[in-house]
């Protein structure tokens, strides 16, 4: 047993309360009991206690989209003239990186992006995989990085006919042999869903196959929805219907779906989303650096879709994607009153559900019974915090970068900003070596 005590205590979840000197009580990757710290020293009085007196307790963040293979071309220069547009951006960067990866460059990015994610707090990740010409373990590299880091994460590989019929089916095995694994293991920190690219990218035959292998695995997918006008417009020359409404056809819809981004749709293919219960990620950096739009955030939440927040490989620090969120559909929508109340909704609020449907706990609130995700935040509020007010800390005031403590499932994976369970230095050093012979590669 273990006690995180003795600090400011948001709990947040339906009935968000904060606790002054409040604590929790952790047992077998579980919350026990959340309390004043003295009351649950008299409960548990064997516990390993650990004080954080003058920090903020809260649970750790959830990242709803993201893309761990990306790591590598931080930093990395493209030669010739810079991409115009979205499918530019895809053709001279991202599909020449994903065709240069190597299994070897596929581990040390999964490891680089999840120290990071501990180190910004962020405890849970749905993450989106590509690589072509490495596809056969592919997943199984990423998990490795997963168990051993200790981070909560779901995978998928990108199937797409862009590469060709062989790349294809390989892509489709890889997906269904890793979810069977991940089944027969059973592990609450390590599950697995069928991937798709994107609509532009997938022919009839090919999606009838995902479809089909989705129905018998009873699992969703997670793909990339309208995330630019082209992949819309494609869809609607070719198939004269909308990017969600295709999907719909081949009953792709539902609470094991995890469409992401989803910036051109229309009123109709949101009704779909809402009435399907489909679980949507917005991705508001990536949005914006892409230049492919600013989602309709507002009118998807007016209609109930289960929207939440991703990171599409942009950021590490969902605080940081938050900011951005908050901003940027004040700017769109050039009314300064939208953001305050969708953004946190986003992640405290319909991320937590979201991953109800991919992993077998209770995720994104400190309450006996949910898991044991949380972090410690060095914040001492200079201004009373309080329930109501908690957002405008966190976003006026936070950063990931302040997180100094992380626990998933009850492990303190970091601790006074130290990792427990790997050398960092060791392998960003590794890392450097291999994303240089990549960029010679690429």
Known sequence: MLIIGNGTLVTLGKECRVIEGGGVLIENGLIAAVDNTADLLKTAPGAEYFDCRGKLIMPGFTCAHTHTYGTFARGMALSGEAPADFPQVLERLWWRLDRALSLEDIYYSALVTFIACLKNGTTTVLDHHAGPNAISGSLEQIGRAARETGIRVNLCYEISDRDGPAKMQAGLEENVSFIRRCREVDSAELTATLGMHASFTIGPETMEKCA????????????????????????????????????????????????????????????????????????????????????????????????????????????????TAHILHKHCQEDPRVGWIEVPQMQFGNNPQIMGSYFPVKLGELAPGTAADLIVVDYDPPTPLTTENFYGHLVFGMTGRMVETTLVAGKILMRNRSLTTINEENINSLARELAAKLWKRF
């Open 212 to 323: 089909r292998a989705a129905h018998d695995m009873d699992t969703g997918v997670h793909i990339h929805v309208a995330e630019s006008r082209e992949d819309a417009r494609h869809c609607r020359e070719k198939y004269g219907i909308g990017v969600v409404e295709r999907l719909d056809r081949y009953d792709l819809l539902g609470p094991k779906t995890l469409a992401a981004h989803c910036v051109h749709i229309s009123e109709e293919e949101m009704d779909l989303l809402a009435g399907s219960g489909t679980n949507v990620a917005h991705n508001p950096q990536s949005n914006m650096n892409n230049a492919v739009g600013c989602a309709p955030v507002l009118r998807m939440l007016e209609k109930g879709v289960k929207l939440g927040l991703g990171s599409d490989g942009m950021t590490t620090d969902m605080i940081e994607g938050m900011k």
